[in-house]
């Protein structure tokens, strides 16, 4: 399965949401660009806003408003396709501020599910490169559940976790959520009758002598069951079986893959990847797993 360029010149993009015209929104995590931006097949970019922090992950709701993990504000930021912010929430009283929102998925209770990888970027990061120990750093990776109409955390739903990053709901609805220092995926009975336990489901790493920051990403399911989850630093998206065993690894132009979509139309999977500044696209072998689109307002 090769795979082509949906666009090149991106400025370490991350967050790819597919749209029914067969565009797409990403985010920009450069310094030179710190945008959401709307990115079409036949290369026309637009910049819907510059945010100023350092948006991560994107969704979107039901009334097309989209929804932005801003890392670098700390901050669930909500805003129009024109660009206008409607919403925001920096955390709550109960529960601090946010670390680090990373990534997002609506669930079909309508809530919305938000990883924070659980330290500040001024903490792990000098510059665009990890910082030296980051191992050993404190880590307090947290899954939270938001209620986005009143814009209000709900629960939290696990916490310590190291470097939580990619968060998405599976066919039976259970919540997935990964670790990037460990590799791990767990998974988490959200809807059940007592408090969502961690779970493990898998792990994505594959052995081999490279050092410094490696880890999932971003993930989604597809309609066969299966989870694909981009692994920074691996040059791949892993497949997962429905044990959570490692099914297969699709290869990538990038090393350095941030996160994915299937397109709408089910026929490709949209991969953003941050070395090469680019978004690649490879033949999917099923249509994406649907996402839920609930009205927020």
């Known amino acids: 399965m090769a795979a082509r360029h949906f666009a090149t010149n991106v400025g370490a993009p991350e967050g790819p949401v597919s749209l029914t015209d067969g565009s797409m929104y990403v985010t920009e995590m450069s310094h030179s660009t710190l945008n959401v931006t709307k990115l ?78 659980g330290m ?61 220092l460990t590799g791990e995926v767990y ?35 597809g309609v066969d069951g299966r989870l694909y989850c981009t692994v920074y630093a691996q040059k791949n998206v892993t497949v997962l079986g429905k044990t959570g065993r490692v099914a297969e690894r699709l290869s990538l132009d990038g090393a350095c893959p941030t996160n994915l979509c299937f397109s709408r139309d089910g026929r490709k999977i949209l991969v953003t990847e941050v070395s090469k500044g680019q978004v690649e696209q490879l033949d999917a072998p099923c249509a994406g797993l649907e996402l839920y689109y609930p009205k927020t307002t």
């Open 40 to 117: 079409s097949p036949k290369g026309e970019r637009k910049v819907i806003k510059n945010t100023g922090g350092r948006p991560n992950g994107l969704t979107v709701d039901g009334e097309g408003l989209i929804w932005i993990a801003e890392a670098g504000q700390r901050a669930l930021v909500c805003i129009d396709p024109d660009g206008n912010e409607l919403k925001r929430l920096e955390g709550d009283s109960k529960h601090g501020r946010f670390y680090f929102p990373n990534d997002l998925a609506f669930g079909p209770d309508g809530h919305l599910y938000m990883t924070d990888s």
């Open 120 to 180: 500040a970027l001024s903490d792990f990061l000098d510059g665009q490169n990890v910082v030296e120990g980051f191992m050993d750093l404190k880590w307090d990776g947290r899954v939270y559940q938001i209620d986005p109409r009143k814009m209000k955390i709900e629960r939290l739903i696990d916490s310590k976790i190291r470097f939580t990053n990619g968060i998405c709901f599976g066919i039976d609805n259970t919540l997935y959520a990964n670790a990037s």
């Open 187 to 221: 998974c988490y009975d959200v809807f059940g009758p007592r408090k969502p336990k961690r779970e493990l489901f898998g792990n994505v790493l594959q052995k081999d002598k490279q050092i410094g920051f490696k880890g999932p990403d971003g993930m989604k399911f």
